[in-house]
């Protein structure tokens, strides 16, 4: 397993909780996922937790960067209904 390197930590902005204006959520398919951990490290935001693989919704853009570069595709982006 890789060392937690915490390059940034999810906060409010400027303009508030940025997950507010997400378009797509990543949707983590479970069973599939072996917690490489890969996605947690691409993520601009750091809000992948990688040993519950919960995504904090409250500060996740949905920039679908996760899901490029899951190397299982167990990451989906579905359209946000509001």
């Known amino acids: 397993m890789m060392p937690k390197i915490t390059i940034s930590t999810p906060k409010e902005a400027a303009m508030g909780l940025t997950g507010s204006w997400r378009t ?15 996605c947690a490290m691409y993520c601009p935001d750091a809000v992948i937790d990688q040993d519950t693989m919960e995504i904090d919704l409250v500060y996740c853009k949905g920039c679908g960067i ?8 167990c990451i989906e982006m579905v359209r946000e209904e509001h």
């Open 24 to 38: 797509f959520r990543p949707v983590v398919n479970r069973e599939a996922c072996n917690r490489c951990g890969i």
């Open 66 to 73: 996760c899901s490029n570069e899951c190397p299982k595709k």
